[in-house]
């Protein structure tokens, strides 16, 4: 009994087969020509890194700073007849609040003791024969509370307030700054789609010079009854392999820079007394890059092949 | 098998190449076709092949008009068809085996298959202990007849050779010629483009005289003993 596959069978194993090949033997080339193909490669993980890079800093940037926003307070600075226990009753009172998450209170003798601290200004406060510093209430915001206007009409009417002399809001400028993240990582995001562009042209213009490179062999696979499929198949795996190397270097690129900044980047956040370390690409952010990038790589590849063998068949 | 019916071809920087030409080659028969460098004998081939298309005119493989092919369905008319030509158009990276396989290949034939049908070739052209050689080490003439057993892997209805002995000595020659009688003993029809009158002349077949694009002969075959044709394709 004949226990041949089923010629179905046979040539899906073939077609499996062919792809298997196409993808080696490309790769082949390409190893063979060693110059040329890391030229391309290194053009386009650069175009890649760029735009990772920027969007790394953005997001440890807003990382950082959401911790701050959620450590900035509105300061309500007293008047100077409302003591300690008015304060601790104003507090009690504004915690019910449900623009308000939480309400600390500092005494006039820990305002002064950390102010003595950061000031500097040790021996001359000595000088001062009573502390002149007003009870002040630390007022944290609520989460929800994340428009900057909502902000200042909560600042606004606790400045109101009977007993309240002053109200500053310390978030303003984490505001600010997470605004022009925001504006960062909308020019990366536009600049990364320039250079994405960037690297299907490259990709596309290293297929043509292949295909002038093969015109003769194409020429004979077009005259033998090659279908375009068959013939495009070597292109589109030239400019797959192009884009995922691309895309690896890229990635080492990235994370050697993220491994050389960890250190400097440290040292920067001790000196404002905060910590940061560095979070580069994770796993799928990683797999996302290397995927974009084989894809650009086929794209690119793909309408420098569409064109060019056009020219080549004029039929 | 082929039908050529008030086919011209004009090209805007030669002018015609081929001018109201008309004739019909039947099923399984062969055919030379000669005249003068520039008479038009590649042109017509081209357009049977569709590496161009005609001017004017109708030209029919079997029951296909070429004129109104679709893009999409030109490799499958190129298989049907086995060309030879005279630069023999091998690829020289890749092995004899390889190269005959090619349109095998193309058509997604299962590799199995496609070693069986190469093999099977190269042994008609006796090249079968050459697959894993490349080209560019072959004689002029085992080149030529790897890419006669490029045409012939595929089976096809019809062979198309432009001058396929232009570049060999007359041995050679009649070797090659051999191949193309043993095919066409096995049913293939033969459109062979070749300026040796000689061999024309001896082997009997109907013979297609162009001259400056237009068909000023068609001579159909006379009879000749088979010892004759013998001897003109004797080595």
Redesign the interface.
């Known amino acids: 009994m004949s226990t041949r596959r089923p010629r179905w069978l046979r040539r899906a194993g073939s077609w499996v087969a062919d792809h298997q090949q196409a993808a080696t033997e490309t790769l082949d080339r390409l190893i063979r020509a060693p110059l040329g193909t890391l030229m391309t490669v290194a053009a386009i993980a650069i175009a890649l890194a760029l735009p990772a890079m920027l969007l790394i800093i953005t997001d440890n940037l807003e990382r950082l700073t959401g911790d701050w926003r959620g450590g900035a307070a509105l300061s309500l600075f007293l008047s100077a007849d409302m003591d300690e226990a008015a304060g601790t009753r104003l507090a009690t009172a504004l915690r019910t609040r449900i623009d308000i998450d939480r309400v600390d209170v500092v005494s006039r003798e820990a305002g002064l003791a950390e102010f003595r601290q950061y000031s500097g200004l040790g021996g001359a406060l000595e000088q001062l024969k009573e502390n002149p510093l007003p009870v002040v209430l630390a007022v944290y915001p609520a989460p929800d509370l994340a428009d900057g206007d909502d902000i200042d009409a909560l600042v606004d009417g606790l400045a109101a307030l009977p007993g309240v002399d002053f109200a500053q809001a310390d978030a303003r400028w984490v505001q600010r700054l997470q605004a022009i993240l925001s504006l960062l990582r909308d020019g990366t995001l536009l600049l990364g789609g320039m250079l994405a562009l960037g690297v299907m042209l490259v990709v596309g213009n290293t297929i043509r010079l292949e295909i002038e490179n093969r015109r003769d062999e194409i020429q004979v696979m077009d005259l033998v009854g090659a279908t375009n499929v068959f013939i495009r198949r070597p292109f589109l795996y030239a400019g797959a392999w192009y884009g995922l190397v691309g895309g690896i270097l890229a990635w080492a690129i990235v994370a050697s820079a993220i491994a050389l900044l960890q250190a400097p980047v440290s040292r920067l956040a001790a000196l404002y007394d905060t910590e940061l370390t560095l979070t580069g690409l994770g796993l799928r952010p990683s797999l996302a890059l290397l995927g974009l990038a084989t894809l650009l790589g086929i794209i690119g590849s793909r309408i420098a092949v569409g064109r060019h063998l056009r020219r080549l068949r004029p039929v | 098998m082929i039908e050529f019916e008030h086919v011209t071809k004009r090209y805007p920087e030669r002018g015609d190449a081929l001018r109201d030409l008309s004739f019909r080659l039947g099923g399984g028969e062969m055919a030379f076709l000669t005249g003068h460098s520039g008479a038009g004998k590649s042109t017509l081939l081209k357009l049977i ?5 005609p001017t004017r005119g109708s030209v029919r493989v079997g029951d296909e008009d070429l004129a109104a092919l679709p ?2 369905r ?6 049907r068809i086995g ?1 030879v030509f005279q630069d023999h ?3 020289a990276d890749r092995t004899v085996f390889q190269n005959v396989a ?2 095998l ?10 070693a069986k049908r190469v093999r099977a070739a190269l042994d008609q052209v006796g090249l079968l202990k050459f697959e894993r050689a490349l080209p560019l080490t072959l004689s002029s003439g085992e080149q030529q007849r790897v890419g006669i057993a ?1 045409a012939v892997v ?1 089976r096809p209805e019809v062979i198309l050779a432009d001058e396929p002995t232009g570049n060999l000595d007359p041995e050679l020659s009649r070797e090659i010629f051999r191949l193309f009688e043993r095919f066409h003993q096995l049913g293939v029809s033969l459109l062979i483009a070749t300026h040796d009158l000689d061999l024309i002349q001896s082997l009997g077949h109907r013979t297609l005289v162009l001259k400056q694009g237009r068909l000023i002969a068609d001579a159909m075959p006379r009879p000749v003993s088979e010892k004759a044709q013998g001897e003109a394709l004797a080595p």
């Open positions: 092949g569709l590496l161009e298309r893009r999409r030109i490799p499958a008319h190129r298989r060309m158009r091998l690829l090619l349109p290949v193309t058509a997604g034939m299962p590799r199995d298959e496609t490029r595929g």
